[in-house]
């Protein structure tokens, strides 16, 4: 079992060998057998290899070039996607929180995978607890469940008591013996998903999924009536299955799934670049979209340390005691939060030793109670906490404190007390000193609330410090609603009207941890897409229920292990980077979706169109009416207007704020262009197919340039706004045709022939009719809004 001195060596090596090692296969990427599978195995790479195995064998090789796509597919996803993996592998590194353990009566470093069965485990505040097991040493340790339970109180935890996996330490510190790891802690799985490479729940992907199912459910009718269609134009199956198949490839969105990957997969390689650790894709759509971004002050505003600015005693108290009890409280204190650590530099640059003085009770400082302190024999109890919990409101000192931090500076209280416990606080107080703390503001703080303000982001300044020092921060910073800081004590508990405070308000001071997990859904229920900050344990339900939690390197491992987003360098500045990608990646997502969904649209319209009509023909004994385009134009029209195109969109730098509701968005241009592209080259081919005959292939000559330039003319609209690369892109994509119908050997490749003046003419007043039909749709619907 293992003494209180922890495992021998010998006892570790013991445990390795017997399996006794905590490995819940705790990962931060898929590993590269499933990214492979997973880019050579999907439902689109499956139709389009049936459909391509047709064509080819009923039409010869050429026809079956579109699945040329699939090879594109699974190389381009899966580099990509290793490429992330890596990424995001070297990263997790850093981010990686390691478990303090006693072995050989040492306290030594461990990776939480290197943890065995019997090990004897040490936590303080911010520490996650990784396995399960009893507590063999407590000093006033308070374990938050809320992740496991939903319950948002503190648990003591005596000896004896357990502790779970998946919780972590809020106050005290102890040490608890590893029994259940592995597979068999309560919550591996928890534990293994905080830093997951995952393409988990996403709006775009759920948008992009919902269209891809309601194609599979038309291709399948609109295929019978293309049979059905085309046996009255001729009885070679041949003819027949290639014309189908013709007209069910650009049906399907091949490229569009394949696109979003690579999206999402060099958005968190160009986030690593600046070291930021993207824990779930999916986050980066909620960069995106994030138009509220709550800032914890404390360790983003500020840089993660703090100055002792003076000790300034309070009535006949002399320097030499508030000295000595505030290194005898800085010795007592075994996991000094970064006040105490400030408190103890100085005292140390001052020369103040520890007077000796011997603790009988240590009152460990929580974010909720904000104060600690200790019983010290002879000398009583000292507590050193804010002034407005520990003070009465009308007390002098307390006045005197308010004062100071409306001056932007950090006030604490020491006092003297009769009795004070965890529990029900403090009796008897006495004000002996005021601790004046100065924050050293980080240098880009300014310039980064100026972006977010430039671009439409709501910043609401959130702190556990008192009002009016977080107020005169805000206000050095050039925060708008600074001078009227609201305490959060005096906040309304109803969710609506907390809401309608929220609108207004910027800045908050003496917030506590639920209060910042209420503002967070106050918002949410006001429709608004909410980002957090945040470093501390106090801030982890906070990260957590937030839309988007973005967590600081240095901060506490719960709230690196419950947050989206950890900025390994600590760095404020990286926040517009970060946002700035989300903004490219779901833009470029919308227009490569506008692309692919035109065609989509297209397609279906000219099959439905072709089979009735065949149909119409069949029925009043007129001329048959084939389908205008071969597997092979198709493959020629679709390179050159969606997919070479598509992918240099889909990395393109933009700066819109995305918008909700990808579907609709989607759904709005794709549907009036694509019926605008499907019409007017349905109504050209009829008319050619008239002039011309079914014999030669003109016909199809025509609606080939008649699509490719509503295609084109779609590929415009989507890839505005304009830079000069996109208008020689647009251009070369626009002229490609004419090459190929003007070069003999590529005309002859793809089955076409040079276009007569009728022909060119003719494919002119169509493109023209559906850009005036596209016109009017817009103009129309401007003046309905």
């Known amino acids: 079992m293992g003494s209180e001195t922890g495992l021998t060596a010998a006892e570790v090596a013991e445990r390795v060998a ?181 393409l988990a729940r996403s709006d775009l992907r759920e948008g992009i999924n919902r269209f891809i199912k309601l194609i599979t459910w038309l291709i399948v009718p609109i295929a019978v009536l293309l049979v059905i269609s085309q046996l009255a134009y001729t009885a070679d199956w041949r003819a027949i299955i290639v014309s189908t198949v013709a007209g069910i490839v650009p049906m399907i969105p091949e490229g569009l799934v394949l696109l979003t990957s690579v999206a999402f997969a060099v958005g968190v390689v160009r986030l690593g670049a600046r070291r930021c650790l993207v824990q779930e894709l999916p986050a980066i759509e909620g960069l995106a979209r994030t138009d509220v971004l709550c800032l914890d002050k404390t360790g983003t505003l500020t840089e993660g340390g703090m100055d002792v600015d003076e000790l300034r005693p309070v009535g006949d108290t002399d320097e030499r005691t508030i000295g000595e009890a505030l290194a005898a409280l800085v010795a007592a204190d075994d996991t000094p939060n970064p006040t105490v650590r400030a408190v103890a530099t100085h005292l140390t640059t001052s020369g103040v030793a520890a007077p000796g003085w011997p603790a009988d009770e240590v009152l460990p400082f929580s974010s909720a109670r904000k104060w600690s302190g200790a019983t010290f024999a002879g000398q009583g109890t000292w507590l050193l906490g804010a002034p407005e919990v520990l003070l009465d409101p009308d007390d002098p000192a307390g006045v005197e404190a308010d004062r100071v931090a409306s001056q932007g500076l950090r006030v604490l209280v020491l006092v003297t007390a009769e009795s004070a416990t965890t529990a029900g606080g403090a009796i008897g107080v006495v004000p002996r000193a005021l601790v004046i703390l100065r924050q050293r503001l980080r240098s880009t703080a300014a310039e980064t609330l100026a972006y977010f303000k430039e671009q439409g982001v709501a910043v609401k300044i959130i702190s556990g410090d008192a009002a009016v020092s977080v107020g005169a921060v805000a206000r050095r910073l050039g925060v708008d609603g600074a001078a009227e800081p609201v305490d959060a004590r005096q906040l309304p508990t109803d969710p609506d009207e907390l809401a309608d405070l929220l609108e207004r308000a910027t800045v908050f001071g003496r917030v506590q941890p639920h209060q910042k997990q209420a503002f967070v859904k106050a918002l949410q229920s006001r429709r608004h897409t909410v980002a957090m900050t945040g470093d501390g344990v106090n801030d982890v339900l906070a990260l957590k229920d937030a839309d988007l939690g973005i967590a600081m390197g240095s901060g506490s491992a719960a709230s690196r292990s419950v947050a989206q987003v950890v900025l390994l360098d600590d760095e404020f500045a990286t926040l517009p980077h970060v946002v700035g990608e989300g903004r490219r990646v779901i833009g470029n997502i919308g227009r490569v979706a506008d692309l692919f969904l035109t065609k989509t649209t297209y397609a279906i319209g000219l099959a439905l169109f072709i089979a009735l009509g065949a149909t119409f023909a069949w029925i009043t004994g007129r001329p048959p009416l084939p389908y205008p385009f071969l597997p092979i134009h198709q493959s020629l029209i679709n390179a050159f207007t969606i997919g070479i195109p598509a992918f240099l969109l889909a990395l393109a730098p933009t700066f819109e704020r995305a918008e909700p509701d990808f579907v609709k968005h989607v759904l709005r241009f794709a549907v009036p262009a694509g019926i605008c592209c499907a019409v007017p080259t349905g109504i050209v081919y009829l008319v050619a197919l008239n002039h011309h005959g079914p014999g030669t292939v003109l016909p199809q000559v025509t609606a080939t340039i008649t699509l490719f330039g509503l295609a084109v003319g779609a590929l415009a609209l989507a890839a505005r706004p304009y830079v000069w690369w996109k208008m020689i892109l647009v251009g070369a994509c626009a002229t490609a045709l004419a090459v190929v119908l003007a070069t003999p050997p590529l005309a002859d490749f793809f089955d076409l022939e040079g276009p007569t003046p009728w022909n060119l003419a003719a494919a002119a007043i169509a493109i023209g009719a559906g850009v005036a039909g596209y016109a009017g749709y817009r103009w129309v619907k401007r003046l309905r809004e």
Not at 59 to 72: E, R
Not at 119 to 127: A, C, I, M, R, S
Not at 139 to 157: F, H, Q, Y
């Open 18 to 198: 017997a399996g006794a090692v905590n490995h819940a296969r705790r990962r931060t990427s898929r590993p590269f057998s499933q990214i492979l599978r997973a880019n050579l195995i999907t439902p689109l790479n499956g139709v389009i290899g049936v459909l391509a195995v047709i064509a080819v064998s009923f039409g010869g090789w050429k026809q079956g070039l579109f699945a040329l796509v699939i090879v594109a597919n699974i190389l381009i996803g899966t580099l990509q996607e290793v490429r992330a993996k890596r990424t995001l592998d070297k990263l997790s590194l850093l981010n990686a929180a390691p478990a303090k353990v006693r072995r050989d009566g040492q306290v030594a470093e461990v990776a939480p995978d290197q943890l065995v069965r019997d090990d004897l485990v040490l936590v303080e505040p911010g520490d996650r607890v990784m396995v399960d097991g009893p507590v063999i040493e407590s000093r006033n340790l308070e374990i938050d469940e809320s992740l496991l339970t939903g319950e948002a109180d503190p648990v003591p935890k005596a000896v004896g008591d357990g502790v779970r996996s998946g919780s972590f330490v809020v106050a005290g510190s102890g040490v608890f013996r590893a029994e259940q790891i592995g597979a068999e802690a309560y919550a591996a799985k928890l534990v293994e998903e905080a830093s997951r490479f995952a």
